[in-house]
């Protein structure tokens, strides 16, 4: 069956439930986090609480989350065949598998690409989309993995929006290369606010219909991505650059005593 039939057929709960899976295949959300209320994840994911609902009782019926009473829903179980796990055309085991420097590379030569090409296509209701995601993304602020669940959605209506839904496919792999470590950059003080700035530009770029300044913003955006998640280290902690240079060369105190 053509992929794009399998996609019609899908319902929207189902397509929720797969958001939420791959969200947690790619490191957004993890074991013991909890997911915003119904009504919170209904604004983020831009659809009816209703479906929001439908989505999450799969999901525990499933055993991915637990639902208790009175208390927010969390995430119980993140094995959900990640290796197997389809994100855009690939899964977050292949993509992660790159340097940081191909990955960005990529990223300034095809995503500029495509969004520029979405600026041409988004529709007025898009748009609307993307100004209600900015005011969902300031509730956001103080809890980087409630902005990446924005953060994601954002990104995908304007991916989407291009004319060529395998590039688009191929942008989103490249998006969710090492979000576990985005995760970790983003709670540091003002990540999220300077993220948030770069969205706007974004979306004022979009307003006016103009390919040059989205690509232009959009450029600056991935340029901040790659260096805030430089700043986190394979093992998934900040690197202190001013200690890994002492380690390396000496500390000060050392080099006055060597003199």
């Given amino acids: 069956m053509p992929l794009g039939e399998a996609i019609h057929k899908q319902t929207a709960k189902e397509m929720i439930r797969d958001k939420i899976v791959s969200m947690i295949a790619s490191g957004i959300l993890q074991v013991g986090d909890e997911l915003p209320s119904e009504r919170e994840l209904a604004t983020m994911l831009m659809v009816s609480r209703e479906t929001v609902r439908g989505a ?16 927010r829903t969390r995430i119980a179980n993140v094995n959900v065949e990640v290796d197997t796990q389809r994100i855009g055309v690939t899964n977050p085991t292949s993509i992660n598998g790159y340097a940081l420097q191909e990955v960005h590379a990529a990223r300034l030569l ?14 007025a209701e898009d748009i609307g989309r993307l100004e209600d995601s900015i005011t969902a993304q300031e509730a956001a602020c103080d809890d980087p993995v409630r902005f990446l669940i924005c953060d994601r959605e954002f990104h995908l209506t304007i991916y989407y929006a291009s004319s060529n839904k395998l590039l688009a496919d191929f942008v989103v792999d490249l998006y969710t290369y090492l979000l576990d470590h985005r995760r970790i950059a983003m709670g540091k003080p003002g990540a999220i606010a300077k993220s948030l700035e770069d969205h706007r530009f974004i979306v004022n770029a979009l307003k006016m219909r103009n390919p040059e300044a989205v690509s232009a913003a959009f450029a600056k955006h991935i340029l901040r991505i790659r260096d805030t998640t430089r700043e986190i280290d394979e093992t998934g902690k900040e690197t202190n650059h001013a200690t890994a240079h002492e380690a390396k060369n000496g500390s000060p105190d050392s080099n006055r005593e060597n003199a």
Avoid: F, K, M, P
């Avoid at 525990?60 to 009175?70: C, L, N, R, T």
């Avoid at 095809?110 to 529709?123: I, P, Q, Y």
């Fill in 56 to 71: 999450v009782q799969r999901l525990a019926g499933e055993g991915i989350v637990q639902v208790s009473q009175g208390a």
């Fill in 110 to 123: 095809v995503e500029t690409a495509v969004v520029a090409d979405a600026a041409n296509n988004l529709s």
